[in-house]
């Protein structure tokens, strides 16, 4: 029966649908900056727009949209739950599912619906406290929900569980400056994740932004952006 279900929530993502949730995803390493999904490989950060657009324009997929064809809060939402029918379907008969449950947190994360992925993170997280992907997915949703100190909370539980996690280290540091202007927390952050990940492929990104990053020593928190050091 579960797997009859979910054929047909599957049947019922339409190429239209998938389309406007790829575009949600653009949209949001667009809006979202430089910050990287924690349960991701440890590699570089995600690309700027312009990169990320060419990338798009490159593949076989659609072309890039215009402005008018930017799909909306509502138009996200309803990709996200067709996308995610299937899974919610599996999770009734096995709600247990650490993995299921992140999986959930991540449909509705990468369609921007933060609150509903922190919901699905947490459940995960009460099975599995110690994945630090997750938590670090989890601390990420909160920044984008306007709550930099609980997503700091949640970097740092992570860190408690992997400490060198170059992901939620870059993370760390970007929360760090951008939500606190805590320019010495930032800096140290991403020290550590070069120091302790040599290797790291976003290593020349982490220098530039440390740079930026060092403009802006003595800054109070709360300055408007266009009053920073540029």
């Known amino acids: 029966m579960t797997d009859t279900n979910q054929k047909t929530a599957s049947q019922q993502w339409t190429s239209v649908q998938a389309y406007t949730l790829a575009v949600v995803c653009l949209l949001v390493g667009i809006a979202g900056g430089w910050l990287i999904r924690g349960s991701s490989q440890p ?13 798009v324009g490159a593949s076989s997929g659609p072309p890039m949209p215009t402005s008018s064809q930017t799909p909306t809060p509502a138009q996200m939402q309803q990709a996200a739950e067709t996308q995610a029918a299937p ?29 509903i992925a922190i919901d699905y993170y947490q459940r995960s997280l009460k099975l599995q406290p110690a994945n630090a992907g997750v938590r670090t997915d989890l601390a990420t949703a909160y920044w984008y929900t306007g709550n930099p100190d609980t997503a700091i909370t949640e970097f740092n539980k992570a860190l408690s569980y992997e400490p060198n996690k170059a992901n939620t280290l870059f993370n760390l540091g970007i929360v760090k400056w951008q939500g606190k202007m805590d ?8 020290q550590k994740l070069l120091d302790t990940n040599p290797n790291y492929e976003g290593k020349e990104k982490v220098l530039e932004l440390m740079a930026q990053a060092k403009k802006h020593v003595g800054v109070k928190p709360g300055t408007p952006a266009k009053a920073l050091p540029q």
């Open 183 to 190: 320019i010495d927390g930032a800096l140290a952050a991403w």
């Open 87 to 115: 899974l919610l379907e599996k999770l009734k008969s096995d709600p247990n599912n650490a993995d299921l449950l992140a999986n959930i947190g991540n449909v509705y994360y990468d369609a921007q619906q933060y609150p």
């Open 43 to 55: 590699s570089a950060p995600a690309a700027p727009a312009e990169a990320v657009s060419g990338a």
